[in-house]
């Protein structure tokens, strides 16, 4: 599937208003800390988008204090038809993206298409991304498998990562998930 050295983590507009609408924005808000620490733990090209952080708040400080991610600040839906968000993702040149946000059904979704017509591999954490109402999460889900995404979550994400038990960082990140 994907490693380390293949692999962009794609964190969409987890962003304080953002979390505060949803039913579950803490679950989402504290798995998205765990993806987002072990990219920091195993040195992973990471990329963070803000839609419109004027009015919807910076990235919540849980994720921002993990250390200085390269952050993006976009108005388009989807982070691919951002320029400099283009721009800095292809200088990675990684062909698989592991994704998740808010809302699934908005950006993440538009973002996930984007990637997918542009050749490359997608999985989308299902469990770090939300919508306020839970039957457009499913539908974008259900939609983003249909054009070919791979929905998957946190812990699969992360032991995928890992690939073995004697990886040197496995109880660092077995740790986030205790």
């Known amino acids: 599937m994907f490693d380390t050295n293949n692999t962009t983590i794609v964190c969409i507009d987890?962003?304080?208003?953002?979390?505060?609408?949803?039913?579950?924005?803490?679950?989402?808000?504290?798995?998205?800390?765990?993806?987002m620490k072990a990219a920091n733990i195993l040195n992973m090209d990471t990329i963070i988008t803000e839609q419109y952080p004027k009015g919807l708040g910076a990235t919540v400080s849980e994720i921002m204090s993990i250390k200085d991610f390269l952050t993006?600040?976009?108005?388009?839906?989807s982070a691919y038809k951002t320029d400099e968000f283009r721009n800095e993702f292809d200088k990675?040149?990684?062909?698989?993206?592991?994704?998740?946000?808010?809302?699934?059904?908005?950006?993440?979704?538009?973002?996930v298409i984007d990637f997918l017509e542009n050749g490359y591999k997608v999985y989308i954490l299902k469990d770090c991304s939300a919508s306020r109402c839970n039957e457009n999460h499913q539908t974008a889900l259900d939609l983003?498998?249909?054009?070919?995404?791979?929905?998957?979550?946190?812990e699969i994400a992360l032991f995928e990562l890992l690939k073995t038990s004697k990886h040197v960082n496995f109880k660092e990140?077995?740790?986030l998930i205790k």
């Open 14 to 35: 987890i962003q304080d208003k953002l979390v505060n609408m949803l039913q579950n924005g803490e679950e989402i808000k504290n798995n998205a800390v765990k993806i």
């Open 92 to 111: 990675l040149k990684n062909k698989n993206i592991i994704i998740f946000g808010i809302e699934t059904h908005i950006c993440v979704l538009q973002s």
């Open 72 to 77: 993006v600040e976009k108005t388009s839906f």
């Open 144 to 154: 983003a498998k249909q054009k070919g995404a791979s929905v998957i979550t946190l």
């Open 173 to 175: 990140i077995q740790a």
